[in-house]
C-alpha cells in the first residue's frame, strides 16, 4: 500500500521562528519520489521540491530546507525564520516509479503571526 | 510562459445538474491529471492522460464522471446528473513525458458547490 502520513494538522508559530512540518511515508516500492507542494489560500498547489529514493542528501533552499531519512521513512521540512508570507497549507505527495498519480497526505495548515 | 490554467473558477449547480469544466495545461506537456480535493484532506486522484488517450482512472470515477482530451491538448471533465458529495475542488494538473521528472504543474482549480 501507498500512504503518507502528515500527523500535525495545524501549526501556528509567530514571525522568525523555525518550524519543521512532518511528513512519513509508506510504500513497498525501492524506488520512488517524494514531493512537497505548498498550497496558499488562493488555492493553487505550489510546487517546491522532489527527491528521488536514491538520494539522501538533504537540500537547502534559502530559508527552507528538507531532511529525507529512509531508515524512518520521513521526508521533513523546514522553514527558517518563519515569515507571515509562509502561512499555507503545505502537502506531501508520494509516487513510486512508473506511477501516474500523486498520492498526498491530508497537508499540515501552518499560520504564522507577525 | 503560462501555466495551467482551469475554467471556470467557481461553479455553483443544483443536484440532478450536469457540469463541464475545462483545463489548458502548459503548453509542451503530454502528461494530464484531473484530482478532487475536499475540506480539510490532499488531492485524490481521478484520472490520467498521455496526450489524447485516457490511462488511467480512479475508483473515485464513477459513471457520471467522464473526462476527455480530444486532441491532445486542453481536457474537460463532465459530472452528470450532479449530487451533494461532489461538492470540491476539482484541480488539473500537467507535466511533461519522458525523463523522470515527475512534478505535476498545478492549475488553480474549480470550486463546484451542488445545492
Known amino acids: 500500500a501507498q500512504k503518507v502520513t502528515q500527523a500535525q494538522t495545524e501549526i501556528s508559530v509567530v514571525e522568525k521562528e523555525d518550524v519543521t512540518l512532518d511528513c512519513v511515508y509508506e510504500t513497498r516500492d525501492t524506488t520512488y519520489y517524494l514531493f512537497w507542494y505548498k498550497q496558499p489560500p488562493s488555492g493553487e498547489l505550489v510546487f517546491l521540491i522532489r527527491?528521488?529514493?536514491?538520494?539522501?542528501q538533504n537540500e537547502i533552499s534559502g530559508r527552507y530546507s528538507w531532511n529525507f531519512q529512509k531508515s524512518t521513512s520521513s521526508f521533513n521540512f523546514t522553514i527558517t525564520a518563519s515569515q507571515v508570507v509562509d502561512s499555507a497549507v503545505y502537502f506531501c505527495a508520494l509516487t513510486p516509479y512508473g506511477y501516474n498519480k500523486l498520492i498526498f497526505g491530508a497537508g499540515t495548515r501552518l499560520a504564522v503571526h507577525p | 510562459d503560462t501555466g495551467v490554467s482551469q475554467d471556470p473558477r467557481h461553479k455553483i449547480t443544483k443536484r440532478g445538474q450536469n457540469v463541464t469544466f475545462r483545463c489548458d495545461p502548459i503548453?509542451?506537456?503530454?502528461?494530464l491529471y484531473w484530482y478532487r480535493q475536499t475540506l480539510g484532506q490532499g488531492p485524490e486522484f481521478l484520472t490520467y492522460f498521455q496526450n489524447e488517450a485516457q490511462l488511467e482512472k480512479s475508483r473515485l470515477l464513477s459513471d457520471r464522471f467522464s473526462a476527455e482530451r480530444p486532441k491532445g491538448s486542453f481536457s474537460t471533465l463532465e459530472i452528470q446528473r450532479t449530487e451533494q458529495g461532489d461538492s470540491a475542488m476539482y484541480l488539473c494538473?500537467?507535466?511533461?513525458?519522458?525523463?523522470?521528472?515527475?512534478?505535476?504543474?498545478f492549475g488553480p482549480g474549480t470550486r463546484l458547490t451542488v445545492t
Open positions: 494538473a500537467s507535466s511533461p513525458s519522458g525523463g523522470d521528472s515527475y512534478e505535476q504543474y
Open positions: 527527491r528521488n529514493s536514491f538520494d539522501e
Open positions: 503548453s509542451e506537456h503530454n502528461r
